[in-house]
């Protein structure tokens, strides 16, 4: 992501407050871009359709069977978004770019034949009393959303960003019309205009990708020969978004903090609203994740793999090195800084917002803890991002199931304590994996002159 990074420091050159307004949005829509417009999407379609025309029970039907939809092809594609970025990387730096493509299309079609079992076996055991059409719409928003997943993170190591949110927000756009102009035909209407938009932004990035990467054969499946695969970044993307979900899906399943809405999938109100709104306000931590961290620390990163391939001198590689400790130092500080002014905000705002949304204030607790576990997570992500450029993935890997142990440990405690305790699950068990990454990306930093020399 540091491509963008330099992108928008050409902005922060002009030197005027236009600009510096101009580039940190730049990088807040760029950063949560695409899964803030898919949840605005769904908000959007359930409001524009509380009206006598659809009953307000399909919408929730609609909105819930949507959040799994997304929960659950995240946490599948996960297998391989951050196997095929590094084997993208790693073609691109040997300058095959030829076998991209191709391998690509092999990872998509694989992809896609296992959702789709996935998703026939789902559509056929858990919906006994849907409509036929139902099922096919849920079977096939599954498996194009998978797909969307894994082209957006190619996309992304791309640095096409402008192309991801311009696509994303066109995508969206045509899923509300869609839903809107078929929703005399209630939830099965809902959901085919959700699968219209998807596929429309899906055939978009597909469009685009064709054309950066012609493929000279059709596909091929080189990806997943033994040189090429990374298990541990296949685990790792799975254990991630599994440790992000973990928490909801308890809250789901419980029957105090739930209730049933379409067949096996439950919601949670009191849990739903606040995390939501505690996910927006990371934003402006994002922003400064991409625009400071990554932008920062590469230059220094850079900088000091170059001066060893080099053979520089070692006075300048210990003072890329020490750049390298000062840029995350200020990126991490910076990024707490801003996220706790927003978070303030949202503090502030916090028991309007939850009367708005019809829900009691004394769950405003609840919002506060999610806050800072949201928080929390934005330092977690620039932490591990450090710890993916010096190559710890054995580091990252034990960090990410730490993760989900701890947020599924403590959330189920959390339930059992009570709901003044709701929230603190999530928010105790980033806490605790934030501190442990400090602890040892100061360790790492403070002897990586030594691996890199001596462990070669």
Not at 368 to 388: E, S
Request: a neutral charge; charged letters at 10%.
């Amino acid at each position: 992501m540091a491509g963008i990074g330099f992108e928008l420091r050409k902005i922060l050159k002009r030197d005027n407050l236009v600009s510096l307004v101009q580039a940190y949005g730049f990088a807040a829509v760029i950063s949560s871009g695409p899964w803030l417009l898919s949840i605005f999407g769904i908000l959007v379609i359930g409001m524009l359709n509380y009206s006598l025309t659809v009953p307000n029970r399909f919408i929730e039907e609609f909105q819930v069977s949507v959040t799994y939809l997304i929960a659950f092809s995240l946490i599948l594609s996960g297998v391989f978004q951050l196997a095929f970025t590094r084997f993208t990387a790693d073609r691109l730096f040997e300058k095959r770019r030829h076998l991209i493509g191709p391998a690509f299309y092999g990872v998509t079609l694989v992809l896609t034949a296992v959702s789709g079992v996935c998703g026939v076996l789902a559509t056929l055991f858990l919906f006994p009393e849907q409509s036929v059409l139902f099922r096919l719409l849920f079977l096939a928003a599954f498996v194009v959303l998978c797909n969307i997943w894994i082209a957006t993170i190619f996309l992304s190591g791309m640095k096409r960003y402008k192309q991801i949110v311009w696509l994303y927000f066109l995508g969206y756009t045509v899923t509300v019309l869609g839903a809107q102009l078929l929703r005399g035909w209630q939830l099965e209407g809902l959901m085919a205009g959700f699968l219209i938009g998807q596929s429309f932004l899906l055939f978009g990035m597909m469009v685009l990708i064709a054309r950066d990467f012609p493929a000279q054969t059709l596909m091929s499946f080189d990806f997943f020969s033994g040189k090429y695969l990374y298990p541990s970044l296949m685990l790792i993307g799975v254990l991630y978004n599994l440790a992000v979900w973990v928490d909801k899906f308890i809250f789901w399943f419980t029957t105090e903090t739930s209730q049933a809405i379409i067949g096996p999938l439950r919601a949670s109100v009191i849990y739903d609203m606040p995390v939501f709104l505690a996910y927006v306000s990371i934003i402006p931590g994002m922003a400064i994740f991409l625009l400071r961290l990554e932008t920062d620390f590469v230059e220094e990163y850079d900088g000091f793999y170059y001066a060893v391939r080099t053979g520089g001198s070692l006075e300048t590689i210990e003072r890329f090195r020490n750049g390298m400790v000062a840029t995350v130092r200020l990126g991490i500080f910076e990024i707490v800084k801003v996220q706790a002014m927003a978070s303030l905000i949202l503090l502030i705002a916090g028991e309007q917002l939850l009367t708005w949304m019809g829900i009691s204030t004394l769950y405003l607790p609840l919002l506060y803890v999610d806050v800072i576990g949201a928080g929390l997570q934005v330092v977690l992500l620039g932490i591990l991002n450090v710890f993916f450029y010096l190559d710890k993935r054995r580091i990252v890997l034990w960090l990410c199931f730490a993760f989900v142990v701890l947020n599924l440990l403590f959330t189920w405690i959390s339930i059992l304590l009570g709901p003044a305790f709701y929230g603190y699950g999530f928010a105790v068990s980033v806490l605790v994996v934030v501190v442990g990454s400090f602890v040892l990306l100061s360790r790492k930093l403070a002897v990586l002159e030594y691996e890199t020399f001596m462990l070669q």
